[in-house]
C-alpha cells in the first residue's frame, strides 16, 4: 500500500526552527515529485513547496520562499522540509504529498497529487 508519514511537527517559538520529515513506503519514491502543504482551521489547503523526483528542481509558495528549504534522499525514500524563522501564521498541519504525473510544472497544483500524508501539527507561539 503507497503511504507517506509525515513527523518533526510541534510546538515552537517565534523565529524558530523545525524539520518536518515525509517517509514514503509501498511506492517507487523516485518516480514521484514530492510537495509540502499545510492547512491552518478555517483555510484552504495552501501549496508551500515542491521537488522534483531526481531532487535538482524545486518550487515555493510566496509565503515561505527563502524561508523553507525542501530537500530529498531517494535512498531513504524520505522528503524534508526545513522551516527557518517561523511565525505564528505558520501555524498549521503539514502534509507531505506525492506527484506522480510526468509535468513538473503541475507540481504546484494540490488538484495533481494523489497520494497524501496524514499531517503533523507545528505550532508557532509568540
Known amino acids: 500500500q503507497d503511504q507517506l508519514v509525515e513527523s518533526g511537527g510541534g510546538v515552537v517559538r517565534t523565529g524558530g526552527s523545525l524539520k518536518l520529515v515525509c517517509v514514503a513506503s509501498?511506492?517507487?519514491?523516485?518516480?514521484?515529485?514530492i510537495g509540502w502543504f499545510r492547512q491552518a482551521p478555517g483555510r484552504e489547503r495552501e501549496f508551500l513547496s515542491a521537488v522534483s523526483r531526481t531532487g535538482r528542481e524545486t518550487y515555493y509558495g510566496d509565503s515561505v520562499k527563502e524561508r523553507f528549504i525542501i530537500s530529498r534522499d531517494n535512498t531513504k525514500m524520505t522528503a524534508y522540509l526545513q522551516m527557518n524563522s517561523l511565525k505564528p501564521d505558520d501555524t498549521a498541519v503539514y502534509y507531505c504529498a506525492a506527484h506522480g504525473g510526468l509535468n513538473w510544472l503541475r507540481a504546484k497544483n494540490i488538484q495533481e497529487y494523489d497520494i497524501w500524508g496524514r499531517g503533523t501539527q507545528v505550532t508557532v507561539f509568540s
Open positions: 509501498g511506492l517507487t519514491f523516485n518516480l514521484y515529485d
